[in-house]
């Protein structure tokens, strides 16, 4: 992971030890390239239109770069992340996201009847 900039640093200060913790993620994936432009990365990192959206609210052109950032960005770009992380999506009765609730594309315990009998 590359060095957090000093204002991520002041950012992850006024977050509770949980947040900081998800704010690390967040800011060693942005930080990865640091040469990169900001709407690259955050097309990664927040789904859809996301990090345009965020972008365009906090004024800035998808070509800035992740150091330049305020620390009330940093801030705010946790904030928006985080609130696209929580969102609900179809989860599985165990709470995990993503995940297929079944192989063969029926309901749990239901089963296709066989072409073959009858």
């Known amino acids: 992971m590359s060095r957090p ?3 991520s640093d002041g950012a992850r200060a006024a977050l509770s030890d949980a947040d ?6 967040l800011a060693g994936a942005v930080l990865s390239s640091p040469a990169a432009p900001l709407g690259a990365v955050l097309r990664a990192q927040l789904p859809g239109t996301g990090g345009v959206r965020w972008l365009r609210q906090e004024g800035l052109p998808p070509t800035a ?3 330049a950032l305020t620390t009330e960005q940093w801030l705010s770009l946790y904030r928006c992340w985080a609130a696209t992380d929580r ?3 179809a989860r599985t009765t165990g709470g995990r996201r993503g ?4 192989t063969h594309g029926h309901a749990p315990g239901a089963m296709a009847v066989p072409r073959w009998g009858s």
């Open 99 to 102: 995940v297929r609730p079944s």
């Open 65 to 67: 770069r992740a150091t």
């Open 87 to 89: 969102a609900p999506g």
């Open 5 to 7: 900039s000093p204002m």
């Open 20 to 25: 900081a913790a998800r704010f690390d993620r």
